[in-house]
């Protein structure tokens, strides 16, 4: 008996075909029963010690719930330790695993043929094909061939849908895991954009304008003005929400690596290409894909970018086909982009594709009484995140922190909230209530950021103790009146150097003689 050249044809076919694992399984098997006449066979997969029934027919459907322990089923332990075939003889004493389960008889099968198949997949066993017939010697004069094609295409079977289904457990593991950073990513820092201040009203309102749209949105503004909240918010307000929020800081690419890290790779595009990895646009697919630090790419590296945001498709290094994608993008700069397209560092038209609606971050010094906001944000961060009971800032400290420059914006003053709260914890004898003074600032900000507002006492610095009825307002004025004038005095009038002593950029020290109508003459006066 020989397997037909119709059946081999058609059981290679459907190998092919984009079936689920059960219908693959169910065609193999009918495919065999076409070519040997049989009562019952099953699939079996080896999982561990045990074999799983994945398919059958002939047998009652409990027999799909059973685990098969191989040590405690003489037959299976024999067709597992097995190279080839085995056929049982139809007087053999050896108990058979399907005794009581054939359809149609509740009792023992009575003297039959059987024969098992190890399945091996890369000098491996990965299952076990069995074949039972209640005529003695049916399988007796099968030709070997044909056992070998059948052995040869059960293995296949069974480790396609083996491979397949690890794929679909994977996928479906990468989409958990980047749902889950996505949450993660949403959740941190509380996810909200904490101020009240025109600057951030008209902020928070042109996110509302852009999020609803799939425009590609360019996000500018100065280091740590909080860039990656606001493409968080845009993601969360968008109705792509539900999707992934995928995030490429362009600034820490290899350049070697950009494109695969941007686009994917296939096995062996390249050396160390050892398998096919999706990119971050194709894990981004269906959601939004946020570009930090675009402004660092290479020039290379913007054509292929700009090849994704014109056609929406990438083209995975070493592959022909290019693929289409659905992503939303969000870039990120702390550059001046328009500078950089006039020196040549940037593509033109890479910026006008990318600044299709352009937001920029407002530094927190232009946010006019968010600083005691997001002082509270963050001393609530850090009281949970150092297990305090309270914490709190005293006034003084708070007056003088509404004062400073902010050179880092909103991430210098988390950590400086941070450290100083290690600073007061350290000094407290209790976690109950812990007050942050102006001595667990004063040391973090002369060391890290050589701030000129904190290098004296705050009674000497603000010289306002005396003045009962002056307002805050006022008094941050006359504060920052006297600063200047002193520092102005001090250098004839130059502007760049007292910007130096102040800490302060030439052109900010501009603007803040302009508000505080500081004429500067020969002789400097208020």
């Excluded at 070519?35 to 994945?54: E, R, Y």
């Excluded at 109705?239 to 350049?255: D, G």
Aim: with cysteine; proline share 3%; hydrophobic share 40%.
């Amino acid at each position: 008996m020989t397997i037909s050249n119709s059946a081999l044809v058609e059981l290679a076919l459907d190998l092919t075909k984009s079936l689920n694992n059960q219908d693959r399984f169910e065609r193999l098997l009918d495919t065999i029963r076409k070519t040997i006449l049989c009562d019952a066979i099953a699939l079996l997969i080896l999982q561990g010690n045990h074999l799983k029934p994945v398919a059958m027919q002939g047998l009652s459907r409990d027999t799909l719930g059973r685990r098969f322990v191989i040590n405690e089923h003489p037959r299976f332990a024999i067709i597992t330790q097995a190279e080839r075939i085995v056929r049982f003889e139809h007087d053999s004493p050896l108990p058979d695993p399907y005794d009581g389960l054939l359809l149609d008889r509740d009792d023992d099968l009575p003297m039959h043929s059987c024969m098992g198949f190890p399945l091996i997949a890369q000098n491996k066993l990965i299952g076990v094909l069995t074949l039972d017939s209640l005529a003695p010697h049916v399988f007796s004069n099968i030709n070997e061939r044909t056992l070998d094609i059948i052995a040869a295409m059960a293995a296949a079977t069974l480790n396609t849908a083996m491979n397949l289904e690890q794929l679909e457990l994977l996928a479906k593991h990468n989409q958990e895991v980047v749902a889950e950073l996505t949450q993660e990513a949403w959740q941190k820092d509380g996810g909200e954009i904490i101020g009240q201040s025109p600057a951030v009203q008209n902020l928070k309102n042109n996110i509302q304008i852009a999020a609803g749209s799939d425009l590609t949105i360019l996000v500018y503004g100065e280091t740590g003005v909080g860039k990656e909240l606001v493409a968080r918010t845009l993601h969360q307000s968008s109705l792509r929400n539900h999707q992934p929020l995928v995030y490429v800081n362009c600034a820490a690419l290899p350049e070697t690596l950009i494109e695969s890290e941007l686009f994917g790779h296939v096995k062996g595009a390249f050396t160390g290409a050892l398998n096919n990895r999706a990119g971050k646009f194709a894990l981004a697919h269906g959601g939004t894909i946020f570009l930090d630090e675009i402004g660092e790419l290479p020039l290379i590296a913007q054509s292929k970018l700009l090849r994704v945001l014109q056609n929406n498709e990438i083209q995975p290094v070493g592959q022909d086909q290019v693929q289409l994608i659905d992503v939303r993008v969000v870039a990120a700069t702390n550059r001046d982009l328009k500078t950089e397209v006039a020196e040549g560092r940037f593509r033109a038209d890479l910026f006008h594709r990318l600044s299709a609606y352009p937001i920029e971050v407002p530094a927190l010094r232009n946010r006019e009484g968010d600083v005691h906001l997001l002082i509270g944000f963050f001393l609530e961060q850090a009281r949970r995140k150092f297990g305090l009971t309270q914490l709190k800032m005293s006034a003084g400290l708070q007056l003088q922190l509404t004062h400073y420059n902010w050179p880092g914006n909103v991430r210098e003053l988390e950590h400086l909230i941070n450290r100083a709260t290690l600073r007061a914890k350290a000094r407290n004898q209790s976690n109950y209530l812990v007050t942050l003074e102006q001595q667990d600032c004063l040391d973090t900000l002369l060391q890290d950021t050589k701030a000129v507002l904190l290098q004296k006492q705050p009674a000497d610095l603000l010289n306002i103790e005396g003045t009962p009825n002056c307002s805050l307002k006022d008094a941050t004025l006359t504060f920052q009146r006297k600063m200047i004038i002193t520092a102005l005095h001090k250098h004839q009038g130059k502007m760049s150097a007292a910007a130096l002593e102040l800490q302060l950029d030439r052109a900010n020290l501009a603007r803040l003689c302009k508000r505080l109508s500081i004429v500067i003459t020969k002789n400097i006066s208020g």
